[in-house]
């Protein structure tokens, strides 16, 4: 993971000036004062671009659906055939339905209402163009879905076949954490034989005798239970609960093995691990790992990528990751809590933070039943998804206008980096300028509480109504000099200033930015000057 | 003269911008702030105490009084806790007596009474013992001076430490001592200092303070 920042060209500080940039993820760990000037001691809820250093709120996340049922969002499969053709499934609660905008529901098949069913884009078999199904529940055998119908796996095994986990590569399906007729297995991992996902073995080690494309079965040589396969950097990394990180290693099913790839990964969670294109991410109790940086490096903390941000997860555990590549976004939701870290990759290795905090004040909470990445069936983007117990769906990093689920207003804040007056001096006569770009929306407040520090301590915060892009005309009509709209120009895209003023002095200071409404806007700069003595 | 200590902490606080109209304190005490705020206090009390001192005759509020009342064989008198000096001398406003101050002090009262017992009956000067801080009569009274009252007028300590304490002053002098003691505080908190706005100012206050118009012709 290697991005490059914007160049830093603006960022400043000294007696008598502070201009403050944005574009830095979250960095809770270090000291305020040690911070790069872009990064924030504390925040929720902006956004970050990696070329880009405004300070904007998240987009909403939308509702886009209720399913017929309401059930609760248990689950979803997306098939994207070789010729483009694109189905998706959502499962609510006991009923499976297609989806194929989101104002159509389908009922395609049932399901227990405890399954919770998965059919990712690796769980694609484009030999004969179908999706299999995996249940992390492990109640419903292996479904498949070709489009048209949805059915359960037909297999040459006794009895059912249950898969927790699915992965296809190189004409094979590694079906994980396994149920075969009644007798789990959570630590077997079964592969199909090559180009025939429905021709399985439980019994047959990979050996000389077999053929190439034979089917087989791997134990996990650590006995525990698989929670996670992915692939990346030409790796199939396979996790256990708790335990180790193994990959398979082999090219035909006459030298398959599993290999240790991580002693001490410890993964945490039924989904804490995902490929994230070019490397593996993964969620352990307090930590977030690269897989990549792990293999590379040894399990050394300065590869953690949650490592600008250890202190404000160290208590959290059963992680769901999943991964966005056209946001190029991992979303790690620990479980229970009601917040989402969302780890911008294109900043990683840009030696600036990635990691968003993102909360709500709507009933989602940041915490949904289900949540998963694929191509929303009417734009054909990828988005990040999440359901919740009464069959609303829900699309991220949506366009809506009116706040998240289309009713609730979001709530972004930033703490910045601590500035320092020189040597002893303290810092007063504090004025500057918000330089902001109007998107979308009339108005919006920003409150600017300066923290001052040092000697003396408290808080001076300053309401600044910001005139967005739909704030009316400037001149003329019925708008004229000085009712209030008419000073400044908050044309979409043209950037706007307001000054304010703040009481107050200190040997140090940072700057608390929060801004609440449904409207859109980006700070380009705060720009600060003062005199400093003492 | 209705300007409190918190009126006056709170204008010069927003003169030098540690607070605005929207964030003025409603006491003296503010964890933040404190520090601020107890400079405040100080330059206030010290510019207070100038300008009482510039002026020379007693200011309005300036001045306290009490009584003395004499006692049968007691030479030495507690004084109040808030003087700061006697305005000689204290009066019998019964029986149209007066106590002044010893000519010498007490140095040369030790030296005129080689045998202090023996002086004795109506005392007509004092001083101020200043080992014990009591008021020491000349003489020491005896049953017929006993009970004779003496009105004691002196000059009290203007000190301002609670929030509603006002100041001794018209507003328009308070007016003119918010730049003065402005300049006070930004002496000592920034290195910044403007003699002549000081200067200025406290003439200006002064000449409001005596509440005399200014002389036309000598």
Excluded at chain 1, 100 to 122: E, I, K, N
Excluded at chain 1, 499 to 513: A, K, V
Excluded at chain 2, 154 to 163: A, G, S
Aim: charged share 20%.
């Amino acid at each position: 993971m290697v991005g490059k920042v914007a160049p830093r060209t603006t960022i400043a500080s000294n007696e008598s000036e502070i201009k403050l940039r944005f574009g830095g993820g979250m960095n809770t760990r270090a000291s305020s004062d040690e911070i790069d000037e872009r990064e924030c001691a504390d925040g929720i809820n902006f956004d970050l671009d990696l070329g880009n250093t405004q300070f904007r709120p998240r987009k909403p996340f939308d509702l886009v659906a209720t399913t017929a049922n309401a059930g609760r969002i248990n689950g979803y499969a997306q098939l994207i055939k070789t010729d483009g053709t694109v189905t998706t499934l959502i499962q609510a609660a006991g009923v499976v339905y297609q989806v194929t905008d989101w104002d159509t529901f389908v009922q395609v098949g049932t399901c227990s209402t405890s399954a919770r069913l998965r059919g990712h884009r690796w769980h694609i078999w484009n030999l004969d163009d179908v999706v299999l199904i995996s249940d992390l529940a492990g109640v419903e055998q292996v479904l498949q879905w070709d489009g048209t119908t949805l059915s359960t796996l037909y297999h040459n095994l006794a009895g059912s076949f249950i898969a927790k986990y699915i992965y296809v590569e190189d004409e094979r399906a590694y079906y994980a954490n396994c149920i075969s007729n009644g007798t789990s297995t959570p630590h077997v991992i079964v592969g199909s034989e090559r180009s025939d996902y429905t021709v399985l073995d439980t019994g047959t080690r990979p050996a000389s005798t077999l053929n190439d494309a034979d089917a087989f079965f791997l134990p996990m040589p650590d006995l525990k239970p698989i929670n996670g396969i992915a692939g990346a950097f030409g790796v199939i990394a396979i996790s256990t609960k708790r335990g180790q990180m193994f990959q398979l290693t082999g090219n035909t099913s006459k030298d398959y093995a599993i290999d240790s790839l991580f002693y001490g990964s410890y993964a945490d969670g039924d989904e804490s691990m995902v490929s994230s294109g070019n490397d593996i991410v993964y969620g352990r109790q307090g930590r977030l790992e690269s897989l990549k940086a792990t293999n590379d490096y040894g399990d050394v903390e300065t590869n953690d990528l949650s490592v600008k941000i250890s202190n404000s997860i160290e208590t959290y555990e059963d992680w769901r990751m999943v991964y966005s590549s056209r946001h190029q976004r991992v979303y790690c939701q620990p479980g229970d809590q009601t917040l989402m870290w969302v780890f911008h990759k294109p900043l990683a290795d840009s030696g600036i933070s990635p990691w968003m905090k993102w909360t709500t004040t709507h009933d989602l909470a940041m915490n949904p039943t289900t949540m998963w990445t694929m191509i929303d069936p009417e734009d054909g983007l990828e988005y990040l998804y999440g359901g919740d117990a009464t069959g609303n769906i829900y699309r991220f990093e949506g366009s809506g206008t009116s706040g998240d689920g289309g009713t609730d207003t979001i709530v972004a804040n930033r703490t910045s980096k601590m500035y320092s007056a020189p040597g002893l001096s303290q810092m007063f006569d504090l004025q500057g300028a918000v330089k902001f770009r109007p998107v979308t929306g009339e108005t919006t407040d920003l409150n600017i509480t300066v923290q001052w520090q040092g000697e003396t301590s408290f808080d001076v915060s300053a309401n600044i109504t910001l005139a967005l892009a739909e704030s009316g005309a400037v001149f003329g009509g019925s708008d004229y000099y000085g009712d209030g709209s008419a000073f400044g120009s908050h044309l979409a895209g043209r950037l706007a200033r307001e000054r304010f003023t703040i009481p107050g002095q200190g040997n140090e200071i940072q700057f608390y930015l929060e801004s609440t409404g449904t409207s859109m806007f980006q700070i380009n700069e705060i720009y600060c000057g003062f005199r400093a003595a003492g | 003269m209705s300007k409190t200590l918190l009126n006056g902490v709170n204008d010069m606080l927003t003169r030098v911008g540690i607070v605005d109209a929207n964030g003025t304190l409603s006491s003296l005490t503010n964890a933040g702030k404190q520090l601020f705020i107890d400079l405040s206090v100080q330059v206030w009390n010290e510019t207070v105490d100038e300008v009482c001192n510039m002026m020379g005759i007693p200011h309005i509020a300036e001045t306290g009084s009490s009584t003395i009342t004499l006692v049968t064989s007691t030479r030495e008198y507690a004084l109040p806790s808030n003087l700061v000096q006697i305005r000689w001398p204290l009066i019998d406003q019964t029986n149209g007596r007066y106590i002044d101050e010893y000519p010498g002090g007490y140095q040369q009262m030790r030296v005129d009474q080689q045998i202090p017992a023996d002086w004795t009956g109506m005392p007509y000067y004092a001083v101020i013992n200043p080992t014990t801080g009591y008021l020491r009569m000349e003489t020491a009274p005896e049953s017929t001076e006993n009970g004779n009252a003496y009105d004691l007028f002196y000059d009290k300590d203007l000190v301002m430490d609670t929030y509603d304490d006002t100041f001794p002053f018209s507003d328009a002098t308070y007016r003119a001592l918010l730049p003065v003691v402005t300049e006070g505080w930004e002496r000592r908190k920034r290195n910044d200092f403007d003699i002549e706005e000081y200067r200025k100012h406290l003439s200006r206050a002064l000449a409001f303070a005596n509440k005399v118009n200014r002389r036309s012709h000598w």
